[in-house]
């Protein structure tokens, strides 16, 4: 190949990727840059400074932050929160899969309604929980039947009990993802093993365990990561349900930074916060990206 | 096979099965329960919307909701609040736009990564719009976008929605244009194909079949996405942004408008999901899985 050739592919893979270099230098490098920027400065909304000129006031952001008590506990609130919902639905989903591992009649039928809670808009998961979880919801009626007595707990503004309907919504909307990329390694196992060891006798858990599991094992982990990532994000059903309440229980680390940057303006101290969160993100699962899901390929990378 | 097949065995085996089933039906009503539950409500007239016992099935089911939503709700009770229709056609416009541009900008960068062999830092810098909770970015964001003028405008929306939802349809449309033979590009680039005429007259043909998923999938994304809408276009009202604003405005008081508008706002994302079900566990595992 000569000089010129290579020039001109040179050129025309960065033409390529340019579209999507501009769209992230805006969306990520910029607000990265700003980020920065504002964690460093006094820049509040209301102050009525431009941002460029903001007074330099160091790490105190960072040192008032990372004493501030509701941004610790949101921040380990959030990440307990997306381990319990993934374990949660994790279980759910090894559980749909184990259950539907046989074929039967009406089983696409079945299939098809597991997965639709995937498509519903975050906001509808939680509008729904709403009216299930409200006092006089279903939920409470349901409880009463049973226990034959009227029973009226108003959920969201419990503080032992206001952080379950948001976990309830959130393993009800995503188990379905836990549950395709499961099903579909499950299913890429062969069936003539599995007749074969079924003929010998094995159990369903045996089958599952010894053939399946293993092979299954690296979309376990693709699983996890990608469910992990979306789980950190919980915002839609906390800002419905309970706006982060009783008091600050509920908080989860994105509705911390929407309050304290939007409604009260806090620019700078919220950035401090954006900034660790953005730090933290990034670095985890750009390596769990290299190594859990594009490793994963296979020969190509 | 050493066992014996004795109608002890396939007694055992039939109870097994049908324990299974059972089973798998309970787990489904309960899965299920939420969804039926907003479509009995839609359907409730006011006086059926709290009662004790609850009432299972609408006594007498009514369509009043889904007209409230549709032509508005005027104020008896609380303050009026007006036809959510304009908000679906925001959210049309700005998930299809969005949704275009997407498609188009990812080709492009499929090509470039699945052709030319990029490596691994470019695919990991297009994924990292997903990594971190949108709220980190959404407060400096809102203070350029002001002084951008893109606040409350199509074209800033647009742009956001495309730049954090084509990381899955890059890796998407990567995995499908992977699959091309090489062979036939090499007889391409023997015939004096230009790289660009590579990609219109072999990749494109060849990738047809996934290009429709992957831009319906990215609908479903743009369609469903709440958190950039409200906080960045409060005046651009998309279908989940009036929701919420149903909901917070007078919560306790519409539970049937309520879940009319929950119910028409999932019919779009559901239909769409189920018709490219083969492909939900490729898209949203940016095509680790295969189909």
């Known amino acids: 190949m000569n000089l010129k050739s290579i020039s001109k592919v040179f050129s025309l893979k960065v033409m390529l990727i340019l579209p ?54 949101a921040l380990s609130r959030t990440i307990s929160v997306a381990v319990i919902c993934t374990a949660m639905e994790f279980a759910l989903a090894l559980l749909l899969c184990l259950l539907l591992s046989r074929e039967f009649a009406g089983k696409g039928l079945f299939y098809a309604l597991l997965i639709i809670p995937l498509m519903i808009p975050p906001i509808v998961v939680a509008n729904t929980f709403w009216l299930l979880f409200t006092t006089n919801g279903p939920i409470n009626q349901i409880v009463s039947l049973f ?39 499950m299913t890429s196992v062969s069936l003539s093993e599995l007749r074969a060891a079924e003929i010998l006798g094995a159990s369903d858990w045996q089958i599952f365990w010894r053939i399946q ?22 915002f839609d059903p906390v800002y419905l349900l309970t706006q982060g309440g009783p008091g600050t229980l509920t908080e989860t680390i994105s509705y911390f930074l929407f309050k304290h940057g939007y409604f009260y303006g806090k620019i700078a101290y919220i950035s401090a916060g954006a900034w660790i969160v953005l730090f933290i993100c990034l670095i985890s699962f750009s390596l769990a990206f290299k190594y859990v899901i594009l490793g994963g390929r296979g020969e190509k990378g | 096979m050493m066992k014996m097949i004795s109608p002890y065995n396939s007694f055992r085996k039939a109870i097994k099965k049908i324990t299974k089933f059972i089973l ?42 889904y007209l409230l ?50 490596g691994q830092s470019f695919l990991i810098s297009a994924l990292m719009p997903r990594m971190f909770p949108p709220m980190a970015m959404i407060i400096p964001m809102l203070v350029y976008f002001n002084v951008l003028g893109l606040t409350n405008n199509y074209l800033g929306f647009i742009l956001i929605y495309t730049g954090f939802m084509i990381p899955y349809s890059i890796l998407m449309l990567k995995g499908f244009m992977d699959a091309v033979p090489k062979e036939l590009i090499e007889a391409a680039i023997l015939d004096g194909l230009s790289d660009f005429k590579i990609l219109r007259k072999i990749y494109l043909p060849m990738v047809k079949s996934g290009l429709l998923p992957t831009a319906l999938f990215l609908f479903i994304l743009n369609w469903t996405e709440y958190a950039f809408a409200m906080s960045l276009f409060p005046k651009i009202e998309t279908v989940p942004v009036t929701l919420a604003k149903l909901f ?36 949203f595992t940016f095509g680790a899985i295969k189909k």
């Open chain 1, 20 to 73: 999507v270099q501009i769209i992230l230098f805006f969306l990520v490098i910029v607000p990265t840059i700003l980020v920065i920027w504002f964690s460093i400065t006094d820049y509040h909304l209301t102050f009525g400074v431009d941002f460029w000129n903001a007074k330099i006031v160091g790490l105190l952001n960072f040192m008032r932050i990372l004493s501030d008590m509701d941004f610790i506990y």
């Open chain 1, 147 to 185: 226990l034959g007595t009227d029973f009226r707990i108003s959920w969201f503004s419990s503080p032992s009990l206001a952080m379950i309907p948001i976990i309830l919504s959130e393993v009800w909307h995503w188990y379905p993802l836990t549950f395709l990329i499961l099903y579909a390694g």
């Open chain 1, 213 to 234: 599991f293993p092979k299954i094992k690296q979309v376990i982990g693709i699983a996890l990561v990608i469910r992990l990532m979306e789980a950190l994000k919980v």
């Open chain 2, 24 to 65: 798998l039906c309970i787990v489904i009503l309960i899965i299920a329960f939420p969804i039926y539950w907003t479509i009995a409500t839609s359907f409730k007239p006011q006086l059926e919307w709290v009662t004790f016992p609850p009432m299972w099935i609408p006594k007498e089911p009514t369509i009043l909701n």
């Open chain 2, 69 to 118: 939503i549709i032509y508005g709700i005027p104020g008896y009770r609380a303050r009026p609040f007006p036809s959510a229709l304009p908000a679906y056609l925001n959210s049309l416009i700005v998930s299809g736009a969005s949704t275009l541009l997407g498609v188009i900008v990812s080709i492009l960068a499929a090509y470039a990564t699945s052709r030319f062999k990029l």
């Open chain 2, 248 to 283: 917070s405005n007078e919560a306790g008081m519409y539970y049937g408008p309520q879940a009319a508008l929950g119910i028409l706002a999932i019919i779009p994302p559901i239909i769409i999901g189920l018709l490219i079900r083969k492909y939900l566990a490729y898209g």
